[in-house]
């Protein structure tokens, strides 16, 4: 590997460890773990692998879509015309063409003048809401496409183990390999200093949250908006430390951090 930054035009990297199931999908996660790992070192999406790009954005529309339907993955995506432009181009790319197609009918109806995009963005998700059920008339479809012969997890998966210039690492190449590509910034520490900064008040708790519990963010996964805590509905924001998986609820007066498995609580704090 040469000692560049990375580039739109670099190849997928994988680690070895997820080529190693037939699960179907060790290697969206794989690919997820290194993308995110680039991201956590201050690289921009654009010094980032395009393929790899692709399909962690797929991912990110599937994951989401799965949890909560089209209208959770327009929420929180707060319709980035990046990120969807990266969507439609990894459907289509994955070979998921009906996928793609449905998902230009929902763009159709986000972009449509008469839809009020920036209400539904800065609304309550949950409750009433009309425009979170007008997109969700298209989420029957999108299971039943997915149900049927054109599963985007499956397609995804296979997309990113047939890459023809895949680079595969072992878990110590890969380390190395991250660390390489961070040193090669020669901004990274005001970038850094920037983003941290600029972060949103759920990244900020989080990383406090880690710090008092003397736990090393990973990544984050997924926002599950609605995740169930003494009868109120709030955004779980789902994350990976040293110590597995976790969550973090913000009641807007106490920030807590759950077991994402036991979903005991770690951490209370009044904020």
Same mark, same amino acid.
């Given at each position: 590997?040469?000692? +560049?930054?990375? /580039?739109?035009?670099?190849?997928?990297?994988?680690?070895?460890?997820?080529?190693?199931?037939?699960?179907?999908?060790?290697?969206?996660?794989?690919?997820?773990?290194?993308?995110?790992?680039?991201?956590?070192?201050?690289?921009?999406?654009?010094?980032?692998?395009?393929?790899?790009?692709?399909?962690? +954005?797929?991912?990110?529309?599937?994951?989401?879509?799965?949890? /909560? /339907?089209?209208?959770?993955?327009?929420?929180?995506?707060?319709?980035?015309?990046?990120?969807?432009?990266?969507?439609?181009?990894?459907?289509?790319?994955? /070979?998921?063409?009906?996928?793609?197609?449905?998902?230009? +009918?929902?763009?159709?109806?986000?972009?449509?003048?008469?839809?009020?995009?920036?209400?539904?963005?800065?609304?309550?998700?949950?409750?009433?809401?009309?425009?979170?059920?007008?997109?969700?008339?298209?989420?029957?479809?999108?299971?039943?496409?997915?149900?049927?012969?054109?599963?985007?997890?499956?397609?995804?998966?296979?997309?990113? +183990?047939?890459?023809?210039?895949?680079?595969?690492?072992?878990? %110590?190449?890969?380390?190395?390999?991250?660390?390489?590509?961070?040193?090669?910034?020669?901004?990274?520490?005001?970038?850094?200093?920037?983003?941290?900064?600029?972060?949103?008040?759920?990244?900020?708790?989080?990383?406090?949250?880690?710090?008092?519990?003397?736990?090393?963010?990973?990544?984050?996964?997924?926002?599950?908006?609605?995740?169930?805590?003494?009868?109120?509905?709030?955004?779980?924001?789902?994350?990976?430390?040293?110590?597995?998986?976790?969550?973090?609820?913000?009641?807007?007066?106490?920030?807590?951090?759950?077991?994402?498995?036991?979903?005991?609580?770690?951490? %209370?704090?009044?904020?």
């Amino acid at each position: 590997m040469s000692g +560049r930054i990375l /580039g739109t035009q670099d190849p997928v990297v994988l680690p070895a460890a997820s080529l190693k199931s037939d699960n179907r999908k060790s290697a969206i996660g794989g690919n997820t773990q290194v993308v995110n790992a680039l991201l956590a070192e201050y690289f921009e999406f654009d010094e980032i692998s395009r393929e790899a790009l692709l399909s962690y +954005r797929v991912a990110y529309y599937y994951y989401n879509s799965m949890n /909560g /339907g089209f209208s959770q993955f327009v929420y929180n995506s707060n319709w980035n015309t990046g990120l969807v432009n990266l969507v439609l181009d990894g459907l289509i790319c994955i /070979g998921a063409p009906q996928h793609a197609a449905l998902f230009q +009918r929902g763009a159709a109806m986000v972009e449509n003048p008469a839809f009020a995009l920036n209400h539904f963005l800065k609304s309550e998700f949950f409750g009433e809401n009309e425009e979170r059920d007008h997109l969700d008339a298209l989420s029957d479809d999108f299971y039943a496409l997915d149900a049927g012969g054109e599963n985007i997890e499956t397609l995804n998966d296979a997309w990113l +183990r047939g890459r023809p210039n895949l680079v595969v690492l072992g878990a %110590d190449e890969l380390a190395a390999y991250i660390a390489q590509k961070a040193a090669s910034l020669p901004d990274r520490e005001a970038r850094k200093t920037r983003k941290r900064a600029a972060e949103p008040r759920y990244m900020k708790l989080i990383r406090a949250m880690c710090a008092a519990a003397e736990q090393s963010l990973d990544r984050l996964t997924i926002a599950d908006p609605a995740y169930v805590h003494e009868g109120q509905k709030f955004v779980a924001w789902h994350f990976i430390t040293d110590q597995g998986h976790h969550f973090l609820v913000d009641t807007g007066e106490r920030a807590l951090m759950f077991n994402g498995t036991t979903k005991e609580v770690i951490l %209370d704090l009044l904020i």
